[in-house]
């Protein structure tokens, strides 16, 4: 029931911080062909958008890549830029079981 809740209000409510700033940043790096997006957001003053370092936007790409193309502007977006959150939150539910 907690898996399912989760899923349900991943795809619809989003914080400001993952709408204004990790989105744009993640979708750029896909959609300018993987080119350096801390480099671009930083000479366009923005340098706060996304401050993980790049593993973190390799994880939070691949959901992206591999299906972002189904629904790219809707709450199924919303749900794949916290899949990976939602696998590690199951792994570790299993870990600590």
Same mark, same amino acid.
């Given at each position: 029931?907690?898996?399912g809740?989760?899923?349900?209000?991943?795809?619809? +409510?989003a914080? $400001?911080? +993952?709408t204004?700033f990790?989105i744009?940043?993640v979708d $750029?790096?896909?959609?300018?062909?993987f080119s350096?997006?801390?480099?671009?957001f930083?000479?366009?003053?923005?340098q706060e958008?996304f401050?993980?370092?790049?593993?973190? *936007? $390799?994880?939070?790409?691949?959901p992206?890549?591999?299906?972002?193309?189904l629904e790219?502007?809707?709450?199924?977006? *919303? *749900? *794949? $830029?916290r899949l990976?959150?939602l696998?590690a939150?199951?792994?570790?539910f299993?870990?600590?079981?």
């Open positions: 029931m907690g898996v809740l989760k899923v349900v209000l991943s795809c619809l +409510l914080s $400001y911080v +993952l204004v990790f744009p940043f $750029y790096f896909i959609e300018s062909d350096d997006p801390y480099q671009f930083t000479e366009n003053s923005q958008k401050p993980y370092p790049a593993l973190m *936007l $390799y994880i939070l790409a691949v992206n890549i591999l299906l972002g193309w790219p502007f809707s709450s199924f977006n *919303l *749900l *794949l $830029y990976p959150l696998v939150d199951v792994t570790i299993f870990i600590l079981m």
